[in-house]
């Protein structure tokens, strides 16, 4: 089809629309954009600008470019013939406005020095050559307005000169000088793909409503409507910020040890052969221990103090009435509870034992004969005798005794270890207790084993004959499990506020925590509870703007090392307890 026929149509209304401004705004991109329906990257606008000028005569010899220009507005069929200019001021364009229908007036918005010549230069000669046609002002770049601007100037050629933010004009500047000349204004971005349809579509417009004032015959040109507003741009959605996430705490095994060989908090005291005294935490032990569990549940209340109908015997006159019934009480016992047969590790105690001077072997036995008491006795105060109850016991009792820190008297739990426990090998059981582990060049594993085998602590026993047989490497899944295992058994004691020390006083209740827990996890509450502090000497701590949810949510990140959601829990709140805390991991986790 010839592109003179478009002329020859009688209900097609052809626009010449001229595009001028400045150099390097945008004015063949956005053309092109029309015209051709060319997409650009910002990358690919960026590259060295190369003054340019589309050619008119791409409707005569480009078929595409010519089915483009043909539109529909306001139901008034339009062919919209592009003009492109150079942006020179000293050109000569007279030929270019000639016969225009409508001029697009183009500005950079982040080219402040455009928009000022808008006024200055390009308006004034537009009304020189064209003074009936109308102008429709646009602002190009749209999308360097919500650009990283740092990132378009690395890209941009290397003697350009940078794009300042404080050069970035906001829309109302554009419909300030659009307001002050009395022309529609609207802004464009390429490669957004925003505006451009606004652009032409409203200088369609523009162009018919000054024709329908001259040719006032054509019926069709009555509905046609004046430039409409422009919808608001929609920023492109920000990428979401880079959230780094700090490491984890140091290592959970450093800080339970080092709580070991300073034991602060300590609220039992370990008693072996009669003068070596090791100060220890209940939380620590009971969690890795069913032994020790069950043996700080004891009930040392009052009540049965020396009381005649406890489970630990009849009371020194009955025995004294009734022989036969204490004979039969005895044996009774020794049928059912005191019958504690057991294949151990044994340590030999002797060179005959061992059957050779050699040192001490470790071998699979059975227990000795039967394991005989006097049955579990209560002992003057709150205690109790523990020689039947387990081989690694003597006894239990509450008395005061000096912190080793503070020097300060308070209520400890004294429990008193079988004479056959050696403090050597019974700290490397404490340590395993604490930490999970157990070093492969550790002295006395055959003793470590023989105490292992009294606390019933298996796992441990496992890891000593892995070092025997040169399996060590085994351990390290043993290690695991005791992990897993005491978490479980550290968030029911969260739960339930078993062998808790201390209490936070929140804002909507209370909750019961651990010190020795909160002392190897938290360097804040470290230094509240092991500094100068009246927190370090009291069992109630008093938390202001905080919630049972977001303490709880704390002190099981603390315990276990692992944030777990709830509900009922705010994230901001949370946010702000854990900054108090100075604990950045958390606060990224949340």
């Given at each position: 089809m010839d592109s003179d026929m478009d002329y020859e149509r009688p209900n097609v209304e052809t626009i010449k629309c001229v595009v001028v401004g400045d150099n390097a705004v945008g004015k063949t991109r956005l053309i092109c954009a029309r015209a051709c329906n060319a997409t650009l990257t910002q990358y690919q606008l960026l590259a060295t600008h190369v003054p340019t000028v589309w050619a008119i005569d791409q409707y005569r010899v480009c078929q595409e470019v010519l089915e483009r220009s043909r539109d529909v507005v306001d139901d008034v069929s339009v062919s919209l013939r592009l003009w492109d200019t150079f942006g020179d001021h000293h050109k000569d364009r007279r030929f270019a406005y000639g016969r225009s229908d409508v001029v697009v007036l183009c500005f950079s918005i982040a080219n402040p020095n455009s928009l000022h010549h808008v006024k200055t230069m390009w308006y004034p000669e537009i009304k020189h050559f064209c003074p009936r046609a109308p102008v429709i002002l646009v602002g190009c770049q749209l999308d360097l307005r919500y650009a990283d601007l740092e990132a378009v100037n690395r890209a941009r050629r290397p003697l350009a000169r940078p794009i300042k933010p404080n050069e970035i004009l906001p829309p109302e500047k554009g419909r300030e000088v659009a307001k002050e000349l009395g022309i529609p204004y609207y802004e464009t971005s390429v490669v957004a793909q925003f505006g451009i349809k606004d652009v032409f579509d409203n200088a369609i417009r523009a162009a018919l409503i000054s024709r329908r004032h001259l040719q006032f015959w054509k019926s069709h040109l009555r509905n046609v409507q004046r430039p409409l507003l422009q919808a608001p741009f929609l920023p492109p959605k920000p990428p979401p910020p880079i959230i780094v996430v700090p490491d984890p705490p140091s290592s959970s095994e450093e800080c339970p040890a080092h709580l070991l060989e300073d034991p602060l908090c300590a609220d039992v005291i370990l008693v072996l052969q009669e003068r070596v005294r090791i100060f220890a935490h209940k939380i620590y032990l009971s969690t890795s221990s069913s032994k020790f569990y069950d043996l700080f549940l004891m009930d040392l209340s009052e009540e049965e103090l020396g009381g005649p109908s406890g489970p630990g015997g009849p009371r020194p006159e009955d025995h004294r009435s009734h022989p036969e019934q204490h004979h039969h009480h005895h044996h009774h016992h020794h049928g059912r509870d005191f019958l504690l047969r057991a294949a151990s590790f044994d340590v030999c105690e002797s060179v005959d034992e061992a059957g050779g001077s050699g040192p001490a072997g470790?071998?699979?036995?059975?227990?000795?004969?039967?394991?005989?008491?006097?049955?579990?006795?209560?002992?003057?105060?709150?205690?109790?005798?523990?020689?039947?109850?387990?081989?690694?016991?003597?006894?239990?009792?509450?008395?005061?005794?000096?912190?080793?820190?503070?020097?300060?008297?308070?209520?400890?739990?004294?429990?008193?270890?079988?004479?056959?426990?050696?403090?050597?090998?019974?700290?490397?059981?404490?340590?395993?207790?604490?930490?999970?582990?157990?070093?492969?060049?550790?002295?006395?594993?055959?003793?470590?084993?023989?105490?292992?085998?009294?606390?019933?602590?298996?796992?441990?026993?496992?890891?000593?004959?892995?070092?025997?047989?040169?399996?060590?490497?085994?351990?390290?899944?043993?290690?695991?499990?005791?992990?897993?295992?005491?978490?479980?058994?550290?968030?029911?004691?969260?739960?339930?506020?078993?062998?808790?020390?201390?209490?936070?006083?929140?804002d909507d209740g209370t909750i019961s925590a651990h010190k020795p827990l909160l002392i190897s996890s938290c360097d804040w509450m470290a230094a509240m509870f092991g500094g100068p502090f009246v927190e370090s000497s009291t069992r109630e701590v008093v938390f202001p703007y905080t919630s049972r949810s977001c303490m709880r949510a704390v002190l099981e990140y603390l315990y276990t090392g692992m944030f777990t959601s709830s509900p009922d829990l705010d994230d901001m709140k949370l946010i702000v307890l854990a900054n108090r805390l100075c604990l950045p991991h958390l606060v990224a986790l949340t």
């Open positions: 470790l071998r699979a036995s059975t227990s000795d004969g039967i394991l005989r008491g006097n049955g579990t006795g209560y002992l003057p105060g709150r205690g109790r005798v523990l020689s039947s109850w387990s081989r690694a016991f003597v006894s239990i009792q509450e008395e005061m005794a000096e912190d080793p820190l503070t020097f300060k008297s308070r209520l400890m739990v004294v429990v008193k270890m079988d004479n056959s426990i050696q403090p050597g090998p019974f700290r490397a059981v404490l340590k395993y207790l604490y930490t999970g582990e157990l070093g492969e060049n550790e002295r006395d594993l055959m003793h470590i084993a023989h105490i292992a085998e009294l606390l019933e602590v298996f796992d441990l026993r496992m890891m000593v004959a892995n070092i025997l047989n040169n399996e060590a490497f085994m351990n390290q899944e043993i290690t695991k499990a005791f992990h897993v295992r005491r978490t479980n058994r550290v968030k029911e004691c969260l739960a339930k506020g078993t062998f808790s020390d201390v209490t936070f006083i929140l």
